[in-house]
């Protein structure tokens, strides 16, 4: 099982980006499906998630800038991000919680930057 991400780059502040991420591999179940950053000396944060039956979580600092969606026949999940600031620079993170012949495991992407320029 591994997830694919795409969409980051360099956008101006108050542009939009879209970043995806689509699941792949002997895939049974997936369930939450979210979105984390980590900015230059920072913690890795949560921006938004969510969850199969499609509920949503945000991060306070992305709410009504930022809208999660995911597909759950195609097992991706993106995340549109508009009104961009400078502070939300950092490379953004793919994570889910898959059901596999492995059994239950966090899987994440590979990490994708996002540059916001004043």
């Known amino acids: 099982v591994q997830l694919q991400a795409s969409g980051g780059g360099l956008v101006q502040a108050g542009g939009s980006l879209r970043l995806s991420c689509a699941a792949s591999g002997s895939i049974l179940r997936v369930n939450d499906m979210g979105w984390y950053r980590q900015a230059p000396g920072k913690q890795r944060e949560l921006v938004a998630a969510?969850?199969?039956?499609?509920?949503?979580n945000y991060a306070d600092s992305v709410k009504g800038r930022f809208t999660i969606s995911r597909d759950n026949a195609q097992n991706t999940v993106s995340l549109q991000m508009n009104s961009l600031r400078p502070e939300d620079t950092a490379v953004y993170y793919c994570?889910?919680?898959?059901?596999?012949?492995?059994?239950?495991?966090?899987?994440w992407g590979k990490g994708t930057l996002v540059t916001v320029s004043r």
């Open positions: 969510v969850r199969s039956g499609g509920s949503t």
């Open positions: 994570n889910a919680v898959i059901l596999s012949w492995l059994g239950l495991k966090e899987y």
